[in-house]
């Protein structure tokens, strides 16, 4: 069974930068389209990011186009999330996932994965 073990969260101010890390183990990870996604306190989640899985094509919602970029590398079985310029709107639980389907692409709909990480604390201050 696969397992994804997010990390790289933290306290900074608006403005700064963060990497969030997603590593997986236990399980195909190649093949598999990743997303990042988020929830803010009192919020429902929310899409951030996706990626297929050969890296080619990247999706993102508008609240974070332009800002943040979703990577990954199939060699060390990890993705990642590079967040510039965080606004304290940012401020939420980051959570990597898995697609349910083997080659899927890119999606913002949560159903569609069905393996998600404990999560990652962000918090931005204004």
């Known amino acids: 069974q696969v397992r994804l073990v997010e990390s790289g969260g933290g306290l900074v101010q608006a403005g700064d930068s963060l990497r969030l890390f997603c590593a997986a183990s236990g399980g195909t990870f190649s093949s598999y389209t990743m997303g990042w996604f988020r929830r803010a306190p009192g919020k429902e989640r929310e899409f951030a990011a996706a990626i297929n899985w050969s890296g080619a094509s990247t999706y993102y919602a508008d609240s974070v186009k332009g800002r943040f970029t979703i990577s990954r590398d199939n060699a060390k079985n990890t993705v990642y999330l590079q967040m510039n310029n965080l606004k304290p709107e940012d401020t939420a639980v980051y959570y990597c996932?898995?697609?349910?389907?083997?080659?899927?692409?890119?999606?913002?709909?949560?159903?569609?994965?069905?393996?998600w990480g404990q999560g990652t604390q962000v918090t931005v201050s204004s």
């Open positions: 996932a898995r697609a349910r389907l083997q080659l899927y692409p890119s999606t913002d709909n949560s159903y569609e994965y069905d393996v």
